[in-house]
């Protein structure tokens, strides 16, 4: 059981909207502690996605967005490509646990 | 250019001990603020934060595994040590070192799959 949830899969069409919610406490996320997502592409490690609760990397498409509000953060992906089928994975800091903390990870299907 | 690389045995007997090192490049693990952390996935399962070290020698452990853990640093080699005893076959998992920055763990290594199994 992942201190932040967030849902086993979504899916969505080429072209359409998905969002991914990451739900944790106040002991986390509603703590004030910034949440960052990582892309995990097939058999590869993991990427930065989002860092600080909305901020994206250079060479992250505009199409994805995060953001926050009291105790989870969401990521949203507009216009839906089939490259951006993955795994992603919410994370924060817990104080409770002293603890670096991620989500147990949502699967996007394209369709 | 940041680079990071795991290395370490692929293949572990139960209750043995795992070390793996994180050999990295384009950064140094004495600039304040900067840390090196280990992460580890089972086979088709979610992501888990081992442990930290950051520059000035602070080392964080996550609370479950903290018996079992120890992460050392040697800045003059660019290396992070990390030593995981009594090796159980649900410890089987593809295990990560990534660049750490204010919480966020930047910049990843490959990975390297570690199996326990006699």
């Known amino acids: 059981q992942s201190v932040l949830t967030q849902p086993p899969s979504v899916s969505g069409a080429p072209g359409q909207r998905v969002t991914i919610s990451c739900t944790g406490s106040s002991s986390n996320i509603g703590a004030g502690y910034d949440v960052h997502w990582y892309q995990q592409l097939p058999g590869t490690a993991p990427k930065v996605l989002i860092y600080g609760n909305s901020n994206r990397p250079s060479g992250v498409p505009d199409r994805f967005s995060g953001s926050k509000s009291g105790t989870s953060a969401s990521l949203a992906i507009t216009g839906l490509q089939a490259e951006d089928e993955a795994d992603y994975y919410c994370q924060s800091y817990d104080s409770s646990l002293s603890a670096w903390v991620f989500g147990g990870g949502t699967k996007l299907t394209v369709l | 250019q940041i680079t990071l690389k795991e290395s370490g045995p692929t293949l572990v007997k139960p209750t043995q001990t795992l070390t793996l090192t994180c050999t990295f490049s384009?950064?140094?693990?004495?600039?304040?603020?900067?840390?090196v952390g280990w992460i580890r996935q089972p086979p088709g399962k979610a992501l888990e934060w081992l442990a930290l070290i950051y520059w000035n020698d602070d080392k964080r452990y996550s609370p479950s595994l903290k018996s079992r853990l120890t992460i050392t640093k040697d800045t003059s080699k660019n290396q992070v040590v990390l030593t995981m005893t009594n090796m159980d076959p649900v410890d089987t998992a593809t295990y990560y070192c990534?660049?750490?920055?204010?919480?966020?763990?930047?910049?990843w290594g490959q990975g390297t799959l570690v199996t326990v199994s006699s």
């Open positions: 384009g950064f140094s693990l004495s600039t304040s603020g900067v840390g």
């Open positions: 990534a660049h750490v920055g204010g919480g966020l763990f930047h910049y």
